[in-house]
């Protein structure tokens, strides 16, 4: 299943997201996790080294590579040149399988800690100051969702930009359930408002974790706000903070209420179901947006006879 985190600048949806690779790996569960937060932290908050994760590839900077993996040799493609971030997979394209060796991984995904591959949107450089928008660097996190086939009791984990920015590129359509971290403040419920809004305009499936939650007022409160969203709340962890300052991250010593909860959010994503039709209807959309806005001429026309519309993806494609 691939999931993604997103929440208020704050809200604590990096170490929400962190905490659920992080108990997924723990049971054994094949975790990949991506870091598409312009604020690049995913790395720290499983348990790398500030060093390590200074030291960690980043996708945009394989997107030559990638691009060319999974293009494979789809008849609708000429050339690498011609994919973009919303470019979906049609027959003799490359699908990626959470857990495999191929190119891409070797190039650009890390086992970070046991259990839990990480590939990383990459941070701001000096060059892209002014000139630049961070969501082309999260294309290529895009790209590669659009290619990859996750089978049962596999998790894509990925961690998002902060509040609605998410809708700035195609990449929030690439989730089978979204978790929002909410607060219990009025401005993140603000957020989270917005975010539904925007969501239910596109068939998003959205889900509420309250984190930061102190008492029975706060967690009447959230779920006064947010209604049947809201699947599980998190309180102060004493594991986390002491993992904020330096301790180690190892998820056995989370507190027993905490893993509960990220036993829910699991289980709320496991009851969601695979759609790999509605997966690539909705990549399709998307790319066809892209096209329009290049508009009528060469460039759109080359975007749209990119898509193929008779191909599903999905776990009986990658074993044909």
């Known amino acids: 299943m691939k999931v993604a985190f997103v929440g208020k600048g704050g809200s604590g949806k990096t170490t929400c997201a962190s905490l659920f690779a992080l108990r997924a790996a723990a049971t054994g569960a094949p975790v990949l996790a991506l870091d598409a937060d312009i604020n690049q932290n995913l790395a720290v908050a499983l348990g790398a080294t500030e060093a390590d994760a200074a030291g960690l590839p980043t996708l945009p900077a394989h997107l030559g590579l990638i691009k060319e993996w999974l293009r494979g040799d789809n008849p609708r493609i000429p050339s690498a040149d011609q994919m973009i971030k919303t470019t979906p997979p049609g027959r003799g394209s490359r699908l990626l399988r959470v857990i495999e060796d191929n190119p891409v991984y070797d190039a650009a995904v890390r086992e970070v800690v046991p ?39 596999e998790y894509v984990v ?8 998410a809708f700035a590129s195609g990449l929030f359509t690439r989730f089978d359930l979204t978790f ?28 509420v ?23 599980g709340v998190l309180g102060r962890s004493a594991h986390v903070r002491a993992g904020d300052r330096g ?24 009851a969601v179901g695979k759609d790999w039709e509605r997966y690539q209807a909705d990549a399709v959309a998307m790319h066809r947006r892209n096209a329009a806005a290049r508009g009528d001429g060469p460039a759109g026309s080359a975007l749209a ?5 008779d191909f599903v993806p999905g776990p009986a494609v990658v074993t044909l």
């Open 209 to 231: 974790v309250g984190n930061k939650v102190e008492d029975a007022a706060d967690a009447d409160y959230l779920a006064s706000e947010v209604g049947d969203d809201l699947v």
């Open 180 to 207: 929002l971290v909410c607060e219990p403040t009025r401005r993140s419920v603000g957020v989270y408002r917005q975010y539904a809004g925007y969501a239910r305009e596109f068939g998003v499936r959205l889900a």
């Open 115 to 153: 259990g839990v591959r990480l590939g990383l949107a990459g941070a701001f450089e000096d060059a892209d100051l002014g000139v630049a928008c961070f969501h082309a660097k999260t294309g290529a996190v895009e790209l590669l969702l659009n290619h990859l086939v996750d089978g049962p009791d």
């Open 158 to 165: 990925v961690d998002m930009t902060a509040g609605a920015d």
């Open 305 to 309: 006879e990119q898509i193929d519309p």
């Open 247 to 270: 301790a180690p991250r190892d998820i056995a010593g989370l507190e027993a209420g905490h893993v509960a909860v990220l036993d829910d959010l699991r289980a709320a994503v496991d």
